[in-house]
């Protein structure tokens, strides 16, 4: 129900929101209330074609994944599908392919090795590792759980809790 | 102050240890009262109203059988606990027991009356939760409960194969 109050408060604090985080245009509550609201159509920014998620898209190669595995570099194999890996991409398909890449690296690097693994990813990476581990826990099938909590646990103690809360916050998921 | 919940040293360690920490990071919730109905507040996690409201929703699993899924969202948080069932007996008694917890979920308060499906159990903790309780403690009972499970059903069980031994040897002393 739309309240004259409710209309005061959403043109004040939402007016300014609709322009920026195009998000807000898909809530109910502020569709039902748009024509009731004093913003004026020209105010709401058409989406900017660089905002367009589906053309920043990037991929891991895999064939260049596969030289580096092959030279049993995977610490740098792990690196260069995080660095490449398909967060705003929309297909299902390409974040199955860039997963499974990651987490066979991540399953082939030894438990003992682990922590130096983390270390020397660099800190803006270590958030997609950490959303790597999560998407690897729902398939304990393929993937061995012990190995990803072992995982879980050392990017943790590099990260702390932050990278937690921005796996569940990330609108970019892996 | 309140009894502290005896701390243990398990084999799944690492599995409580990550346990912990998620959900350390997803109690982050506070009052939010519903965009779409005046007068009231709803978890949003189960009414879903908007998705800006939640969060990603995350698993953790020991493996094939026991896992734990985590949904948050601004003022509550869904936890769905997958118990291990080895055996049929196991799947029985997990099933009766999960049932008497949930049948007095009023009592309980954090508990949902029905699993989500796929899961055994499943509790409901919302901000007015957090507010009466300690969020630390929270998490604290359900590492405790998570633990405590597990070591009741296999209790059960032997109780149920020695019950079953006695019966059938006071019913067959009458055949010697």
Not at chain 2, 103 to 112: C, E, N, V
Request: positive net charge.
């Amino acid at each position: 129900m739309i309240t004259q109050k409710f209309v005061n408060k959403v043109t004040l604090e939402f007016g300014r929101l609709i322009e920026y985080d195009h998000l807000w245009e898909d809530n109910p509550a502020i569709k039902e209330a748009m024509p009731h609201l004093r913003i004026s159509k020209p105010e709401i920014k058409k989406k900017k074609k660089d905002d367009d998620l589906s053309t920043n898209v990037v991929e891991p190669d895999e064939n260049e994944w596969k030289r580096l595995i092959d030279d049993m570099k995977y610490v740098r194999a792990l690196e260069y599908v995080l660095q490449n890996a398909p967060v705003r991409a929309k297909d299902p398909d390409k974040k199955k392919k860039a997963a499974s890449m990651a987490l066979s690296t991540m399953m082939k690097i030894k438990t003992s090795e682990i922590s130096d693994a983390v270390n020397s990813i660099p800190v803006p990476l270590r958030d997609t590792l950490m959303k790597y581990v999560y998407k690897g826990f729902e398939n304990p099938k393929d993937y061995s759980s012990s190995a990803l909590l072992t995982w879980h646990e050392k990017v943790l103690a590099a990260t702390g809790l932050g990278s937690i809360v921005r796996v569940l916050t990330d609108r970019r998921t892996v | 102050m309140t009894q502290p919940v005896p701390p243990r040293t398990s084999a799944h360690k690492p599995y409580l240890d990550a346990i912990r920490a998620t959900l350390q990071a997803a109690f982050c919730i506070e009052n939010f009262e519903s965009q779409v109905v005046e007068r009231h507040n709803k978890p949003e996690v189960e009414v879903k109203s908007s998705k800006q409201l939640l969060l990603n929703p995350v698993v953790i699993s020991r493996n094939q059988n026991e896992r734990i899924l985590i949904e948050g969202s601004i003022n509550s948080v869904r936890i769905s606990i997958g118990v291990k069932q080895a055996d049929d007996l196991e799947k029985i008694l997990c099933k009766r027991l999960m049932r008497f917890m949930m049948q007095r979920a009023d009592d309980f308060h954090i508990l949902r009356r029905k699993p989500i499906p796929e899961y055994d159990i499943s509790f409901l903790i919302t901000n007015f939760h957090a507010e009466t309780m300690y969020k630390h403690r929270l998490v604290d009972f359900i590492i405790y409960f998570l633990e405590e499970i597990d070591k009741e059903i296999s209790e059960m069980k032997l109780a149920v194969s020695s019950r079953a031994r006695m019966c059938a040897e006071e019913f067959l002393k009458k055949f010697n």
